[in-house]
């Protein structure tokens, strides 16, 4: 049997692995086939965020359902200004497609304003 001290150490190391496991922050990994999928439970007043580079011309077309209304928006930052190409308060759905004029790190971004969890699932194509 392990000693109290070890098993307390151990559960803080799991917690720990958890907890970056679970980051808001998820970097958009693409596919061969240029396709990106994401699903993910908001908890009541967090946020989920899909980043990546995107270079001028690129298009990504972008899909998301959410089983309650949340903010969302699309967004990257010019030195400590924030440029909104997408923008839409408690929406439970949308789609478009994003036409790149910067070369940006591109933020898809979802906040929770309720006081619920809310599941969401999100797709992205170029």
Not at 15 to 43: C, E, N, Q, Y
């Amino acid at each position: 049997m392990r000693p109290p001290r070890t098993l307390a150490l151990l559960a803080v190391a799991l917690m720990s692995g958890s907890a970056f496991a679970s980051s808001p922050i998820v970097d958009i990994a693409w596919s061969t086939d240029g396709r990106f999928a994401h699903k993910a439970t908001l908890a009541a007043g967090k946020f989920v965020e899909l980043c990546g580079k995107l270079a001028v011309g690129e298009n990504v077309r972008w899909n998301f359902t959410a089983a309650e209304p949340v903010d969302f928006n699309i967004h990257y930052h010019v030195g400590k200004d924030v440029v909104f190409p997408a923008k839409q308060a408690q929406v439970a759905a949308g789609r478009d497609v994003l036409r790149v004029a910067a070369a940006q790190d591109y933020c898809w971004m979802w906040t929770n304003k309720g006081t619920q969890p809310v599941s969401l699932t999100v797709e992205l194509a170029r």
